[in-house]
Protein backbone atom coordinates (compact mmCIF):
# COMPACT_ATOMS: atom_id res chain seq x y z
CA UNK A 1 0.00 0.00 0.00
CA UNK A 2 1.56 3.53 -1.13
CA UNK A 3 2.17 5.89 1.86
CA UNK A 4 -0.58 8.72 -0.15
CA UNK A 5 -2.90 5.92 0.02
CA UNK A 6 -2.13 4.95 3.62
CA UNK A 7 -2.21 8.16 5.04
CA UNK A 8 -6.22 8.73 3.52
CA UNK A 9 -7.17 6.06 5.24
CA UNK A 10 -6.09 6.62 8.67
CA UNK A 11 -7.37 9.87 8.62
CA UNK A 12 -10.95 8.62 7.52
CA UNK A 13 -11.12 6.00 10.08
CA UNK A 14 -9.63 8.74 12.76
CA UNK A 15 -13.04 10.30 11.63
CA UNK A 16 -15.38 7.56 12.38
CA UNK A 17 -14.13 6.97 15.18
CA UNK A 18 -14.67 10.55 16.50
CA UNK A 19 -18.17 10.60 15.38
CA UNK A 20 -19.53 7.23 15.45
CA UNK A 21 -17.22 5.78 18.01
CA UNK A 22 -15.56 3.46 16.09
CA UNK A 23 -12.48 1.18 18.24
CA UNK A 24 -10.41 -1.16 17.68
CA UNK A 25 -10.46 -4.25 16.98
CA UNK A 26 -12.66 -3.34 14.15
CA UNK A 27 -15.74 -5.67 13.71
CA UNK A 28 -15.65 -6.33 9.87
CA UNK A 29 -18.29 -8.30 8.09
CA UNK A 30 -17.43 -10.66 4.69
CA UNK A 31 -19.81 -11.78 2.33
CA UNK A 32 -18.90 -14.92 0.47
CA UNK A 33 -17.79 -13.05 -2.45
CA UNK A 34 -15.01 -11.29 -1.10
CA UNK A 35 -13.46 -14.32 0.25
CA UNK A 36 -13.54 -16.11 -3.38
CA UNK A 37 -11.96 -12.70 -4.54
CA UNK A 38 -9.37 -12.81 -2.21
CA UNK A 39 -8.30 -16.59 -2.65
CA UNK A 40 -8.27 -15.85 -6.39
CA UNK A 41 -5.87 -13.16 -5.93
CA UNK A 42 -3.75 -15.33 -3.27
CA UNK A 43 -4.54 -12.45 -0.40
CA UNK A 44 -4.54 -12.67 2.78
CA UNK A 45 -7.83 -11.32 3.71
CA UNK A 46 -7.39 -10.61 7.35
CA UNK A 47 -3.85 -8.91 6.61
CA UNK A 48 -5.24 -6.29 4.05
CA UNK A 49 -8.06 -5.52 6.17
CA UNK A 50 -5.89 -4.69 8.65
CA UNK A 51 -3.42 -2.84 6.34
CA UNK A 52 -6.34 -0.88 4.91
CA UNK A 53 -8.09 0.39 8.41
CA UNK A 54 -4.85 0.71 10.08
CA UNK A 55 -5.25 -1.26 12.80
CA UNK A 56 -6.22 -4.73 14.44
CA UNK A 57 -9.43 -6.47 12.73
CA UNK A 58 -12.08 -9.06 13.68
CA UNK A 59 -13.81 -10.68 10.55
CA UNK A 60 -17.00 -11.77 11.80
CA UNK A 61 -19.25 -13.42 8.76
CA UNK A 62 -22.57 -14.34 8.81
CA UNK A 63 -24.92 -17.57 8.75
CA UNK A 64 -26.38 -16.64 5.10
CA UNK A 65 -22.61 -16.34 3.31
CA UNK A 66 -22.46 -19.44 5.22
CA UNK A 67 -25.32 -21.23 3.33
CA UNK A 68 -23.94 -19.82 0.44
CA UNK A 69 -20.69 -21.55 0.68
CA UNK A 70 -22.37 -24.37 1.45
CA UNK A 71 -24.00 -23.90 -1.99
CA UNK A 72 -21.18 -23.73 -3.87
CA UNK A 73 -18.89 -26.53 -2.31
CA UNK A 74 -18.96 -28.79 -5.06
CA UNK A 75 -16.66 -25.99 -6.66
CA UNK A 76 -13.00 -26.70 -6.61
CA UNK A 77 -11.31 -24.48 -3.88
CA UNK A 78 -15.14 -23.70 -2.26
CA UNK A 79 -13.91 -26.36 0.26
CA UNK A 80 -11.13 -24.53 1.81
CA UNK A 81 -12.93 -21.38 1.97
CA UNK A 82 -15.70 -22.83 4.22
CA UNK A 83 -12.67 -24.11 6.51
CA UNK A 84 -11.30 -20.78 6.63
CA UNK A 85 -14.67 -18.66 6.76
CA UNK A 86 -14.95 -21.66 9.64
CA UNK A 87 -11.71 -20.01 11.68
CA UNK A 88 -14.24 -16.42 12.39
CA UNK A 89 -16.43 -15.17 14.17
CA UNK A 90 -19.96 -16.05 13.40
CA UNK A 91 -22.53 -13.38 13.41
CA UNK A 92 -25.83 -14.75 13.90
CA UNK A 93 -28.32 -13.07 11.55
CA UNK A 94 -31.69 -14.89 12.96
CA UNK A 95 -32.19 -16.39 9.14
CA UNK A 96 -32.82 -20.16 10.61
CA UNK A 97 -32.82 -23.06 8.06
CA UNK A 98 -36.24 -23.99 9.20
CA UNK A 99 -37.94 -20.63 8.76
CA UNK A 100 -35.81 -19.60 5.50
CA UNK A 101 -35.35 -22.92 3.37
CA UNK A 102 -33.16 -20.85 1.10
CA UNK A 103 -30.65 -18.27 2.37
CA UNK A 104 -31.56 -14.16 1.73
CA UNK A 105 -29.24 -13.18 -0.37
CA UNK A 106 -26.09 -10.52 1.00
CA UNK A 107 -27.48 -7.17 0.67
CA UNK A 108 -30.78 -7.79 3.19
CA UNK A 109 -28.87 -10.43 5.33
CA UNK A 110 -26.19 -7.50 6.17
CA UNK A 111 -28.82 -4.82 6.18
CA UNK A 112 -30.64 -6.80 8.64
CA UNK A 113 -27.42 -6.74 10.51
CA UNK A 114 -25.85 -3.53 10.25
CA UNK A 115 -29.46 -1.55 10.28
CA UNK A 116 -32.25 -3.81 12.07
CA UNK A 117 -34.83 -1.28 12.87
CA UNK A 118 -34.00 0.40 9.49
CA UNK A 119 -32.85 3.72 11.71
CA UNK A 120 -30.25 4.37 8.58
CA UNK A 121 -27.38 4.10 11.39
CA UNK A 122 -24.45 1.88 11.99
CA UNK A 123 -24.74 1.40 15.83
CA UNK A 124 -22.68 -1.24 16.45
CA UNK A 125 -20.10 0.03 14.49
CA UNK A 126 -19.53 -2.82 11.89
CA UNK A 127 -17.16 -2.21 8.74
CA UNK A 128 -19.28 -3.89 5.38
CA UNK A 129 -16.48 -5.82 3.34
CA UNK A 130 -18.27 -7.34 0.52
CA UNK A 131 -18.00 -7.55 -3.25
CA UNK A 132 -21.43 -7.00 -4.49
CA UNK A 133 -22.04 -3.45 -5.92
CA UNK A 134 -25.75 -4.02 -4.79
CA UNK A 135 -24.41 -4.11 -0.95
CA UNK A 136 -22.12 -1.21 -0.94
CA UNK A 137 -25.03 1.10 -2.47
CA UNK A 138 -27.58 0.24 -0.13
CA UNK A 139 -24.76 0.69 2.68
CA UNK A 140 -24.10 4.62 0.90
CA UNK A 141 -27.32 5.35 2.87
CA UNK A 142 -26.74 4.27 5.90
CA UNK A 143 -24.77 6.83 8.12
CA UNK A 144 -21.38 5.51 9.87
CA UNK A 145 -20.41 2.57 7.92
CA UNK A 146 -16.91 1.82 6.07
CA UNK A 147 -16.97 0.41 2.98
CA UNK A 148 -14.34 -2.30 2.12
CA UNK A 149 -13.39 -4.17 -1.33
CA UNK A 150 -10.76 -5.67 -4.07
CA UNK A 151 -10.57 -4.59 -6.93
CA UNK A 152 -7.41 -5.66 -9.27
CA UNK A 153 -5.83 -7.46 -6.45
CA UNK A 154 -5.84 -3.92 -4.13
CA UNK A 155 -8.11 -3.76 -1.46
CA UNK A 156 -9.29 -0.27 -1.60
CA UNK A 157 -11.83 1.74 1.09
CA UNK A 158 -14.32 4.15 -0.53
CA UNK A 159 -14.64 7.30 1.00
CA UNK A 160 -17.16 8.58 3.54
CA UNK A 161 -20.67 8.71 1.97
CA UNK A 162 -22.60 11.87 1.80
CA UNK A 163 -25.28 10.83 4.20
CA UNK A 164 -22.46 10.11 6.75
CA UNK A 165 -20.43 13.22 5.37
CA UNK A 166 -23.45 15.68 6.14
CA UNK A 167 -24.17 14.08 9.93
CA UNK A 168 -21.25 14.36 10.68
CA UNK A 169 -20.64 18.31 9.77
CA UNK A 170 -24.47 18.63 11.07
CA UNK A 171 -23.04 17.05 14.92
CA UNK A 172 -19.96 18.96 14.23
CA UNK A 173 -21.94 22.40 13.79
CA UNK A 174 -24.15 21.49 17.31
CA UNK A 175 -21.10 20.94 19.08
CA UNK A 176 -19.46 24.29 18.18
CA UNK A 177 -22.84 26.05 19.32
CA UNK A 178 -23.29 24.37 22.38
CA UNK A 179 -19.59 25.51 23.43
CA UNK A 180 -20.23 29.29 22.22
CA UNK A 181 -23.29 28.92 24.75
CA UNK A 182 -21.40 27.59 27.53
CA UNK A 183 -18.73 29.71 27.36
CA UNK A 184 -20.59 32.75 26.84
CA UNK A 185 -21.73 35.10 30.32
CA UNK A 186 -25.23 34.40 29.61
CA UNK A 187 -25.45 31.31 31.50
CA UNK A 188 -23.16 32.26 34.19
CA UNK A 189 -24.84 33.62 37.65
CA UNK A 190 -23.95 36.97 39.07
CA UNK A 191 -22.95 36.82 42.67
CA UNK A 192 -24.97 39.93 43.08
CA UNK A 193 -28.16 38.78 42.23
CA UNK A 194 -28.35 35.34 44.13
CA UNK A 195 -30.20 35.70 47.23
CA UNK A 196 -28.07 32.79 48.89
CA UNK A 197 -24.59 34.46 48.81
CA UNK A 198 -25.74 37.64 50.31
CA UNK A 199 -25.42 40.18 47.32
CA UNK A 200 -27.90 42.35 48.48
CA UNK A 201 -27.64 42.51 52.05
CA UNK A 202 -23.72 43.77 51.24
CA UNK A 203 -24.51 46.88 49.33
CA UNK A 204 -25.14 48.99 52.25
CA UNK A 205 -22.08 50.46 53.93
CA UNK A 206 -18.82 50.91 52.89
CA UNK A 207 -18.43 47.08 52.82
CA UNK A 208 -21.20 46.63 50.39
CA UNK A 209 -19.74 49.83 48.55
CA UNK A 210 -16.37 47.77 48.48
CA UNK A 211 -17.51 44.71 46.93
CA UNK A 212 -19.79 46.38 43.91
CA UNK A 213 -16.65 48.10 42.62
CA UNK A 214 -15.25 46.00 40.21
CA UNK A 215 -11.43 45.84 39.25
CA UNK A 216 -10.38 47.89 36.31
CA UNK A 217 -8.61 45.76 33.72
CA UNK A 218 -4.93 46.59 32.45
CA UNK A 219 -5.09 47.76 29.15
CA UNK A 220 -3.22 46.26 26.49
CA UNK A 221 0.62 47.53 26.00
CA UNK A 222 3.88 47.34 26.94
CA UNK A 223 4.60 46.52 30.19
CA UNK A 224 6.59 48.81 32.27
CA UNK A 225 10.14 48.30 33.12
CA UNK A 226 11.83 46.99 36.70
CA UNK A 227 12.44 49.57 38.29
CA UNK A 228 15.29 47.73 40.03
CA UNK A 229 17.05 47.24 36.43
CA UNK A 230 16.44 50.74 35.20
CA UNK A 231 19.61 52.92 35.71
CA UNK A 232 18.74 56.34 37.33
CA UNK A 233 18.70 59.60 35.06
CA UNK A 234 21.32 62.31 36.19
CA UNK A 235 20.07 65.74 36.61
CA UNK A 236 19.50 67.79 33.61
CA UNK A 237 20.77 71.45 33.18
CA UNK A 238 17.41 73.21 33.36
CA UNK A 239 16.79 71.26 36.91
CA UNK A 240 20.16 72.60 38.14
CA UNK A 241 19.65 76.19 36.74
CA UNK A 242 16.39 76.06 38.03
CA UNK A 243 18.40 75.11 41.64
CA UNK A 244 20.75 78.17 40.88
CA UNK A 245 17.80 80.23 40.79
CA UNK A 246 16.22 79.07 43.16
CA UNK A 247 19.12 79.74 45.94
CA UNK A 248 19.66 83.14 43.93
CA UNK A 249 16.23 83.59 45.28
CA UNK A 250 17.21 83.04 48.60
CA UNK A 251 19.97 85.46 49.06
CA UNK A 252 18.06 87.87 47.57
CA UNK A 253 15.25 87.33 50.02
CA UNK A 254 17.52 87.54 52.95
CA UNK A 255 18.52 90.65 53.29
CA UNK A 256 22.17 91.80 54.90
CA UNK A 257 22.34 93.38 58.63
CA UNK A 258 25.59 94.96 57.99
CA UNK A 259 24.35 96.67 54.85
CA UNK A 260 27.53 95.93 52.56
CA UNK A 261 25.19 95.24 49.47
CA UNK A 262 24.65 97.88 46.96
CA UNK A 263 21.68 99.04 45.10
CA UNK A 264 22.54 96.74 42.42
CA UNK A 265 21.69 93.62 44.44
CA UNK A 266 26.08 92.93 44.20
CA UNK A 267 28.18 93.09 47.49
CA UNK A 268 30.51 95.57 48.37
CA UNK A 269 34.28 94.38 49.84
CA UNK A 270 35.24 96.45 52.73
CA UNK A 271 38.63 96.89 53.35
CA UNK A 272 39.37 96.13 57.43
CA UNK A 273 41.11 99.35 58.92
CA UNK A 274 45.06 98.76 59.59
CA UNK A 275 45.55 98.83 63.64
CA UNK A 276 48.47 101.37 64.55
CA UNK A 277 50.86 99.10 65.39
CA UNK A 278 50.75 97.85 61.74
CA UNK A 279 50.67 101.68 60.49
CA UNK A 280 53.99 102.53 62.72
CA UNK A 281 55.94 99.40 61.44
CA UNK A 282 55.10 100.35 57.94
CA UNK A 283 55.87 103.90 58.55
CA UNK A 284 59.75 102.89 59.95
CA UNK A 285 59.76 100.26 57.02
CA UNK A 286 59.42 103.27 54.30
CA UNK A 287 62.07 105.59 56.81
CA UNK A 288 64.81 103.00 56.36
CA UNK A 289 63.79 102.34 52.55
CA UNK A 290 64.15 106.63 52.08
CA UNK A 291 68.16 106.20 53.85
Keep these: MRGK ?3 QYKKLMQQYGLSYGFREPYQVLVDSGILRDADKFK ?9 TLQGQVKPMITQCSMRHLYAASSEPGVSYLIDKAKTYERRRCGHRPEEYPEPLSEQDC ?17 VVASQEIDVRKHMRGVMGVPLVYIARSVMIMEPMADATSDNRER ?3 TKFRAGLKRGSGSLKRK ?3 DPDEGGEGKTDGVQGDSTQKKKKKSGKGPKEPNPLA ?3 SKKSKSVESGESKKAEDVESSNPD ?7 GGKRKRRRKPKSSTEGAAADGSEAVNEE
Design 5 to 7: RAK
Design 43 to 51: MDLVGGLER
Design 110 to 126: LASVVDPKNNKTNKNCY
Design 171 to 173: EER
Design 191 to 193: RED
Design 230 to 232: VKK
Design 257 to 263: PSGTIES
